[in-house]
C-alpha cells in the first residue's frame, strides 16, 4: 500500500441523464472561468527610475537603458577627447556609460517582468486518458483550472509592484554613488592641480634661501644648522610636489574610468578650481529633506510592503493546488460532472511560513531604522564638515594671510633700509604660500563635505532644490568672495 502527499480529495457527479444536463454544466464551468479570468489584478504603476535619475544627476537628456552584446560593452564609451572637461560633462558621461548602473536598471526590468509575471493567471491544464480494451473502449478527458492562485492573483501583483519599486530605489541610490564618487575624484584632480603651482613656488623661494645660507656660510656669518635646515626643506617640498604630481595623475585616471574613458590620456583641461557655496538652510531641513528623498530609505519601506503582502497570501498557504473544473467519461454513453481538488491541511497549515515572514518584517523594520539613523548621521557629519571647513576658510583668507603679507611688507621694508638681510623676506614670502596652500587645502574639504552632503540628501538635484527655497527665505553665505564649486546646474 502506498500513501501520497498531499492527500487531495476530488468530487465527481456524473449525471445520468448525459444529454439534457452535460450542456448546463458546461455552460457552467464556461461562466466559472470567465468569473476567474474577470478577477483582473489592479493595473502595474509606470515605475521609471531613469527620470528619479534624471531629475537627481540633473541630466541634459533623459537616462537611457543600453542593450550590449555578449562580450559586454564597449572599453570606452566616448572617444578620446583631451579637450576641456567640466564637472558637469563628467557627471553626465558618467551616469550614462557606468555599466553599475545599467546592471542596476536590468535589475529593474527583472522586476519588471516579475511584476508582469503576477498578473498573469495560471494555465488551465487538460487531462486525457484512453483505455482500450477486447470488447469496450474507454475515453476520459478532464479540464481543471488552479482557482487558489487567481484568487491571489490581485496581492500577488502587489507584492511584485512593491518589489519592483525597491529595486528601481536601488538603481536611485546606484546613481548616487556614481555622481559622489565622479564628483570628488574631480575635487581630487582640481585639488592637486591647484597646489602644484604654490608648492613649486615655495621651492623656487627654498632654493634662493639655500644659495642665500650657502653664500652666508662661505663668506664665514651664517652658520652650517641653518643650511642643512632649509636643504632639509628643499628636500621636503620636493617630495611634496612628486606626491601631489602623482595624487593628480592618479585622479585623472580614476576619472577617466569613472565617465566611460579608461583608455584615455587624461589630460583634459579642468574647470578652475573654486570654493563651494552654500545657502541658509539649517541642519535640520537638510536631515528632514534626506529622511524623504534617500532611495535607500524608499527601497526599505517598500520592501516592508512587498512583505506584508506575502504575509496577506499566507492565508492561502494550505488550499494552494487546489483547483476546480470538468471531467467527461465515455463509456455507455458520455458523463459529464464537476470537478474539485483540494489539498487536506493537515500537516501544513502553515504556521511555519507565517513565522518566516514575521521576522522577515521585523528584519527588515530594523532595517529600515538603521538606514534611518545612517543618513541623519552621514547628513549632520557632512553639514559639520562643510561648517567647519567653512569656518577656517573664512579666518585663514580674512586673517592670516592678511598677515602673513603685512608680515611680508615689513621684512621687504626692513630689507629695502638695510636693517636686516633677505633671509626674513624669504621666510615670510614662504609663509605666505604655506597659507595659501592652507586655503586650497581647506576649500577641498568644503568641496568634499558639500558633495557628501548632497549624496547624504538625495543628490544634487535634491541639495539644489533645498538651497533655492532657504534662497528665497534667507540670505545665500558663500564661502568665498570669488569662488563656488561648479557643481551641475538645474536644466
Not at 97 to 112: I, K, T
Not at 147 to 173: C, I
Not at 205 to 228: F, H, K, N, P, W
Not at 253 to 270: D, F
Request: contains cysteine; proline residues 6%.
Amino acid at each position: 500500500m502506498r500513501l501520497r502527499f498531499p492527500v487531495c480529495v476530488s468530487i465527481r457527479t456524473l449525471d445520468p441523464r448525459p444529454q439534457r444536463s452535460s450542456a448546463a454544466i458546461a455552460t457552467s464551468a464556461f461562466v466559472a472561468s470567465l468569473a476567474l479570468g474577470a478577477c483582473q489584478a489592479p493595473p502595474r504603476s509606470d515605475v521609471a527610475p531613469e527620470t528619479a535619475i534624471e531629475n537627481a544627476a540633473q541630466l541634459p537628456a533623459p537616462l537611457e537603458f543600453r542593450a550590449v552584446g555578449p562580450d559586454g560593452g564597449p572599453l570606452d564609451e566616448f572617444d578620446a577627447a583631451e579637450g576641456a572637461l567640466s564637472i558637469r560633462e563628467a557627471v553626465r558621461r558618467a551616469v550614462t556609460s557606468d555599466p553599475g548602473l545599467q546592471a542596476a536598471l536590468a535589475r529593474v526590468r527583472v522586476a519588471l517582468a516579475q511584476a508582469d509575471q503576477a498578473r498573469l493567471l495560471p494555465n488551465p491544464v487538460l487531462g486525457v486518458v484512453f483505455r482500450g480494451g477486447v470488447r469496450s473502449q474507454q475515453f476520459e478527458a478532464s479540464f481543471v483550472q488552479e482557482f487558489v492562485q487567481a484568487l491571489q492573483r490581485p496581492t500577488r501583483a502587489s507584492a511584485a509592484d512593491n518589489r519592483l519599486r525597491a529595486v528601481a530605489a536601488e538603481a536611485v541610490a546606484a546613481a548616487l554613488d556614481v555622481i559622489s564618487e565622479v564628483q570628488e575624484r574631480y575635487v581630487d584632480a582640481q585639488t592637486s592641480a591647484a597646489l602644484l603651482p604654490l608648492l613649486e613656488e615655495r621651492l623656487g623661494l627654498v632654493e634662493r634661501l639655500v644659495a642665500t645660507s650657502q653664500a652666508r656660510l662661505d663668506a664665514g656669518e651664517g652658520t652650517r644648522s641653518d643650511l642643512v635646515t632649509l636643504q632639509a626643506q628643499r628636500v621636503e617640498l620636493q617630495v611634496s610636489i612628486d606626491r601631489a604630481r602623482l595624487d593628480e595623475r592618479t585622479s585623472r585616471l580614476r576619472l577617466a574610468r569613472l565617465i566611460g574613458e579608461p583608455s584615455a590620456a587624461a589630460t583634459w583641461a579642468l574647470d578652475p578650481w573654486t570654493a563651494p557655496e552654500l545657502r541658509g538652510r539649517s541642519a535640520r531641513d537638510w536631515t528632514d529633506a534626506a529622511l524623504l528623498a534617500r532611495p535607500e530609505i524608499q527601497a526599505l519601506a517598500w520592501q516592508l510592503q512587498a512583505l506584508g503582502d506575502d504575509a496577506a497570501l499566507v492565508r492561502f498557504l494550505p488550499w494552494e493546488g487546489a483547483n476546480v473544473g470538468l471531467e467527461a467519461q465515455s463509456g455507455q454513453g458520455w458523463q459529464v460532472g464537476p470537478s474539485l481538488a483540494a489539498p487536506l491541511p493537515i500537516f501544513d497549515s502553515g504556521q511555519a511560513r507565517r513565522a518566516e515572514l514575521t521576522a522577515e518584517q521585523l528584519q527588515a523594520r530594523h532595517e529600515l531604522t538603521l538606514a534611518k539613523r545612517r543618513v541623519v548621521e552621514d547628513v549632520r557629519v557632512a553639514y559639520e564638515g562643510l561648517a567647519a571647513s567653512t569656518a577656517n576658510l573664512s579666518r585663514i583668507e580674512r586673517e592670516l594671510i592678511p598677515l602673513q603679507r603685512q608680515r611680508r611688507q615689513l621684512a621687504e621694508d626692513a630689507y629695502r633700509a638695510g636693517q636686516t638681510d633677505v633671509t626674513p623676506l624669504f621666510l615670510a614670502e614662504q609663509d605666505l604660500r604655506v597659507a595659501q596652500t592652507q586655503a586650497i587645502e581647506v576649500e577641498a574639504q568644503a568641496a568634499r563635505a558639500l558633495v557628501r552632503l548632497q549624496r547624504a540628501v538625495g543628490g544634487p538635484g535634491v541639495a539644489e532644490r533645498l538651497a533655492d527655497a532657504g534662497a528665497r527665505a534667507a540670505p545665500s553665505v558663500q564661502l568665498a568672495a570669488d569662488r563656488v564649486i561648479p557643481l551641475p546646474n538645474k536644466r
